[in-house]
């Protein structure tokens, strides 16, 4: 589908129509999600303005009982209309280093369309990475907020190696395992991402602040709800499915029985995609949830990074991405990161990228600031393309920073 011609604030008519829609109605709408199945944004949202329904189509008007079950979700969606911001407003709430994406967007990840409609109906970023890139070598690392050491340490750990690998790590921000990972990638100056049940703009929970804003310095914070949007409980179930979709694989460090890292694991499993579980002590309440997804989900048991990698590189190989950004089964197993000669030409990257390749050392590594200056691109630029040369597989973490992977 094609972008409208830029709006306010340079956002495309479906983008501002997407992100009114969110504003009306809680992400993972059922009704909202078969409506844009069929109509436009901007047509769904003339119509909600206007207190009428889209004419019948497969799937939504079909029958009296979808006709009730629109009608309700109209009235849902009419109470928030007095709130509504303006197309100015939406638009300059993507001030301060807030940027909106939607389906189609360059910056869209692919993954994500796999939710068919329960797919987002657009997200909120903070921070410096490109989202769409990222999310082609990523890896999501969940668990319990009442960690133990043990599972704390094992997430850190993971998280650190991975990121070290060029993998970008995903998690939700909570205390516990999600902290945990976070800070292991942010260790590693490896990019992560934190997806939130709140706008991106309101730090939850408040603990978090600056893990939030360390976050957004060296990756991204996302959310489906608009800024200034508090949490709910229900809303971090809803947030699970888009944590599961827009990885190559979910890891479930450490889940008591009822631990809502269970969720994204189901999701995960519903997606089809790899779903991995770190084993814990026999004892402890809280890998139970880990045990019983490898017992009765067919979760693959890992206990370190390259387990992980063994796992999700066959879907992350740069053969394995389908020209429209799905993917296609690999031709051939991969084991480890992808080599050399599966390698994008470097004529197939944007000038910014490659003047970053070219700035990186033929021998040892370095810094992010160093390749900055070399390049002549600012550090916001350079975040981007790194994480962009890692998901290509050109480059990876060192001990002495950033370094060309090793070829033949």
């Not at 928030?80 to 939406?90: F, M, Q, V, W």
């Not at 133990?148 to 850190?156: C, E, I, K, N, R």
């Not at 693959?300 to 387990?307: E, G, L, Q």
Request: proline share 8%.
């Amino acid at each position: 589908m094609s972008q409208a011609p830029p709006r306010a604030g340079g956002l495309g008519e479906h983008t501002l129509a997407r992100a009114a829609l969110a504003y009306l109605a809680e992400p993972g709408d059922p009704v909202l999600g078969a409506l844009l199945g069929i109509y436009e944004p901007a047509e769904v949202l003339a119509a909600i303005k206007a207190d009428m329904l889209p004419g019948t189509g497969p799937g939504c008007g079909g029958s009296p009982a979808s006709r009730k079950a629109l009608e309700r979700a109209l009235g849902r969606w009419r109470v928030r209309l007095p709130a509504l911001p303006s197309d100015e407003d939406i638009a300059g709430a993507c001030r301060e280093g807030i940027r909106l994406v939607g389906p189609g967007d360059p910056e869209w990840p692919s993954r994500l369309d796999r939710l068919g409609q329960a797919r987002p109906y657009a997200l909120w970023l903070r921070g410096n990475a490109d989202l769409g890139f990222s999310c082609q070598r990523s890896v999501s690392v969940v668990g319990s907020r009442a960690a133990t050491g043990y599972g704390t340490h094992v997430a850190g750990e993971l998280a650190a190696d991975l990121g070290e690998r060029g993998w970008v790590i995903v998690s939700g921000g909570a205390y516990g395992i999600d902290a945990a990972a976070h800070r292991g990638a942010l260790a590693a100056e490896a990019i992560t991402i934190a997806v939130l049940a709140c706008g991106v703009d309101y730090p939850y929970p408040a603990g978090h602040a600056e893990l939030f804003s360390a976050i957004a310095a060296q990756g991204l914070i996302v959310s489906e709800w608009p800024p200034g949007r508090r949490p709910a409980r229900m809303r971090f179930l809803i947030r699970n499915r888009t944590i599961a979709a827009m990885t190559s694989g979910t890891v479930i460090v450490e889940a008591g029985e009822r631990s809502g890292a269970l969720n994204t694991a189901r999701h995960a499993a519903d997606l089809g995609q790899p779903l991995m579980a770190v084993p814990g002590p026999v004892t402890s309440a809280q890998s139970a949830g880990c045990h019983r997804i490898i017992r009765e989900w067919n979760a693959s048991c890992v206990t370190r990074a390259a387990d992980i990698i063994e796992l999700l590189s066959p879907l992350n190989a740069p053969d394995a991405l389908a020209p429209g950004g799905g993917l296609e089964p690999a031709s051939s197993p991969v084991s480890g990161p992808p080599g050399p000669d599966s390698l994008p030409s470097r004529d197939d990257l944007d000038p910014n990228s490659a003047r970053v390749l070219d700035a990186l050392p033929t021998r040892g590594g370095a810094g992010t600031s160093t390749i900055a200056v070399d390049a002549g691109v600012d550090l916001d630029t350079v975040l981007r393309c790194l994480g962009r040369l890692a998901g290509y597989g050109f480059i990876e973490r060192g001990d002495s920073g950033w370094r060309l992977r090793k070829r033949g």
